[in-house]
């Protein structure tokens, strides 16, 4: 994760992609959070994949339903395939949210679940968590 000095005199912001294609969701994701961290955003796999080779992302906050070739467990699949992300927190952000929806996503390589609608402090509590902060 991106740091902080002991004297706190300077602080890079942790940097995160969300991936998801509903432009009012990312809208609410970057009010609620983009204060303490940096916020890129893209709306399909394929654009996440060119993100990722062009930055270095702490965590990465992933809609299930995306449209295109990718859905939000495929494309965190193919981002887990590059070294640096194989560790690193994966997000579900979905509205997926029926029976056995959060287990199917958690063993298919996202790390962290959360449903939509969700309030800033339930988003900011598990973002917290995954980093580690």
Do not use: C
Not at 5 to 32: C, G, H, M, Q
Not at 33 to 41: A, F, N, T
């Amino acid at each position: 994760m991106n740091g902080k000095n002991i004297n706190n005199e300077s602080y890079t912001k942790p940097k995160l992609l969300l991936v998801d294609d509903d432009e009012v969701t990312a809208d609410i994701i970057r009010i609620f959070i983009g204060d303490r961290y940096q916020i890129d955003w893209v709306t399909i796999g394929f654009d996440a994949i060119a993100k990722v080779n062009e930055n270095n992302y702490d965590a990465f906050l992933i809609d299930i339903g995306l449209p295109g070739e990718f859905d939000g467990m495929e494309i965190t699949k193919r981002l887990k395939e590059i070294d640096d992300n194989k560790d690193k927190p994966f997000i579900a952000v979905t509205a997926h949210a029926g029976y056995g929806d959060k287990e199917k996503f958690l063993a298919n390589g996202l790390t962290h679940y959360l449903s939509k609608p969700f309030e800033k402090h339930t988003l900011l509590a598990l973002i917290e968590e995954a980093l580690k902060v």
